[in-house]
């Protein structure tokens, strides 16, 4: 008896029906894309550092996250090879150069990696080929990561274009991205690394990694390495790298404050937006209530009446917002050209569902005081 009573109580007024499902659906949608923003600042974060064939990693104290690297001695690579369980140290190098899109003309930040062609640092099934093994060695010749923004220009091999006023060669092709800290990456060789950066010596590295032999415990290495290694450098394992990575973009930057915020905003909304349409529901039906309450109908009754609108209003503004936002997760992926990995999960959109049904709940008990208030006497 108590549903049919909360639906027919809101398709009574259609017109505010549509309104309060439609504002339920904006907030649900807002809600659904500040959380895949920031489900994508945290794939971002962690891609890096599991495409890589590493277990520990060095890193300078003094860098935040890994494109503002600051370097730290290559010896304690060395330092580090004699380790028990260590089967392979590999050094990475960093840096953004402006590179020249050359059908436009216009340059943008490009961000480099450099590394020893002979390593197996990434994880990478395009750097086991052949020919992009052959090509990272020729001189002023990069790999270029296909996933980089249009605004870069070509990506085809054999491109030739221009790095901070010196001739480079697209020579290979691979698939990484570089989230919100690069729109764009590309690869060289150590040696064509010290060629662009002319003021970078290679005794100097932004990122240690360290390969263990199989059976070697991560954290009994890492254990070991903070022990004997100096302080200017920090150890962490690769889940450790991934977290540290993570909460900086989330916990540190404006960039996961302004997210999280979003999603509260939203849900303020939302609530504010199903107060409204609750409360003058309940105040055009002052006398129904009232009668109900003449026929010995408590407030517990009355309450659920209430609360199951609530839940229908929940639901019927959840799934448009839910199909909206995914249409919008598409847009972004190719509005970015797939750089951002947003997308939609099973575990986002039942939490969204349970966030959309307590929004609305939450609402129906602020605006439950008017049917507290409702004094069969006063009414007749």
């Known amino acids: 008896?108590?549903?049919?009573?909360?639906?027919?109580?809101?398709?009574?007024?259609?017109?505010?029906?549509?309104?309060?499902?439609?504002?339920?659906?904006?907030?649900?949608?807002?809600?659904?894309?500040?959380?895949?923003?920031?489900?994508?600042?945290?794939?971002?974060?962690?891609?890096?550092?599991?495409?890589?064939?590493?277990?520990?990693?060095?890193?300078?104290?003094?860098?935040?996250?890994?494109?503002?690297?600051?370097?730290?001695?290559?010896?304690?690579?060395?330092?580090?090879?004699?380790?028990?369980?260590?089967?392979?140290?590999?050094?990475?190098?960093?840096?953004?150069?402006?590179?020249?899109?050359?059908?436009?003309?216009?340059?943008?930040?490009?961000?480099?990696?450099?590394?020893?062609?002979?390593?197996?640092?990434?994880?990478?099934p395009e750097l086991s080929q052949p020919e992009n093994l052959v090509a990272l060695v020729q001189p002023n010749t990069v790999l270029m990561d296909l996933r980089s923004r249009s605004?870069?220009?070509?990506?085809?091999?054999?491109?030739?274009?221009?790095?901070?006023?010196?001739?480079?060669?697209?020579?290979?092709?691979?698939?990484?991205?570089?989230?919100?800290?690069?729109?764009?990456?590309?690869?060289?060789?150590d040696t064509n690394f010290r060629r662009y950066f002319e003021r970078r010596p290679l005794d100097l590295i932004d990122l240690g990694v360290?390969?263990?032999?199989?059976?070697?415990?991560?954290?009994?290495?890492?254990?070991?390495?903070?022990?004997?290694?100096?302080?200017?450098?920090?150890?962490?394992?690769?889940?450790?790298?991934?977290?540290?990575?993570?909460?900086?973009?989330?916990n540190t930057t404006s960039t996961g404050f302004i997210f999280g915020m979003g999603v509260a905003v939203s849900l303020v909304v939302g609530a504010v937006i199903v107060y409204q349409i609750l409360y003058a529901d309940i105040s055009d039906r002052l006398p129904e209530y009232a009668t109900l309450k003449a026929m010995g109908y408590g407030d517990t009754y009355l309450f659920g009446v209430v609360l199951q609108e609530a839940a229908i209003l929940g639901g019927l503004g959840y799934v448009p917002g839910f199909l909206l936002s995914l249409g919008l997760y598409q847009l972004t992926l190719k509005a970015t050209d797939g750089t951002l990995p947003i997308g939609m999960n099973s575990d986002r959109a039942i939490f969204v569902f349970l966030l959309t049904i307590g929004m609305c709940a939450i609402s129906a008990c602020i605006s439950l005081q008017k049917v507290v208030s409702a004094d069969p006497a006063e009414v007749f």
């Open 151 to 189: 605004e870069f220009g070509p990506t085809a091999v054999g491109t030739q274009t221009e790095v901070d006023n010196r001739r480079v060669t697209i020579g290979g092709q691979y698939s990484l991205g570089g989230g919100f800290a690069a729109d764009g990456t590309v690869m060289v060789s």
């Open 1 to 124: 008896m108590r549903t049919p009573l909360a639906w027919l109580n809101l398709i009574h007024e259609r017109s505010r029906l549509v309104v309060a499902a439609a504002g339920v659906a904006f907030a649900v949608l807002l809600v659904f894309m500040n959380l895949g923003f920031l489900g994508a600042l945290s794939t971002t974060a962690s891609q890096l550092y599991t495409r890589m064939n590493g277990d520990v990693f060095l890193i300078s104290p003094l860098t935040p996250e890994i494109s503002t690297a600051k370097p730290f001695p290559l010896e304690r690579l060395y330092e580090a090879a004699g380790i028990a369980g260590v089967e392979e140290t590999m050094p990475l190098y960093v840096g953004y150069l402006q590179w020249r899109n050359p059908e436009t003309g216009i340059s943008r930040a490009m961000f480099f990696f450099g590394i020893n062609p002979n390593d197996r640092l990434f994880a990478l």
């Open 210 to 250: 360290i390969a263990l032999a199989e059976g070697a415990d991560p954290v009994q290495v890492r254990d070991r390495l903070r022990q004997i290694l100096p302080q200017d450098v920090e150890v962490f394992t690769q889940t450790e790298m991934v977290e540290r990575e993570r909460s900086f973009w989330i």
